[in-house]
């Protein structure tokens, strides 16, 4: 039976899109940071060093999303485009509280380690 619900606008499928790869990109991202941190790769860093990171990372993505899906005002108010620009508003700031999390967790894990070395010596 076929379904009665139709299909989204391009508009709305473009956003879906654009959001799942910002929020992909950036979680990759925000991946390879915690394991340059982890491994003291990038230096000595403080914490606050590393919620910056998250910050500027977090910015970037957003920046992606917004070039690749831009808000036109000239646009019909539709519901379904405005609930998913909701949404995406929301993902990117779950995504932004998350790589802010991982990056202070992996500086944290970094700090612990060196900490445990000196003990050792």
Do not use: N
């Not at 990759?28 to 230096?43: E, M, N, P």
């Not at 910015?59 to 909701?86: G, K």
């Not at 995504?95 to 612990?112: G, M, N, P, Q, V």
């Amino acid at each position: 039976m076929p379904s009665s619900r139709r299909s989204p606008s391009p508009e709305v499928a473009a956003l879906r899109v654009a959001v799942e790869g910002s929020c992909k990109q950036l979680r990759d991202q925000v991946r390879q940071q915690a394991r340059l941190i982890r491994s003291g790769a990038v230096g000595e860093l403080t914490e606050a060093d590393a919620g910056r990171m998250a910050e500027d990372i977090t910015a970037a993505a957003r920046a992606r999303l917004d070039a690749a899906a831009p808000y036109d005002q000239s646009l019909p108010a539709d519901p379904e485009l405005q609930a998913t620009r909701r949404e995406a508003a929301m993902l990117m700031a779950v995504s932004a509280r998350e790589a802010d999390a991982e990056l202070r967790k992996a500086w944290r894990a970094r700090h612990e380690e060196a900490a445990g070395r000196r003990w050792r010596r």
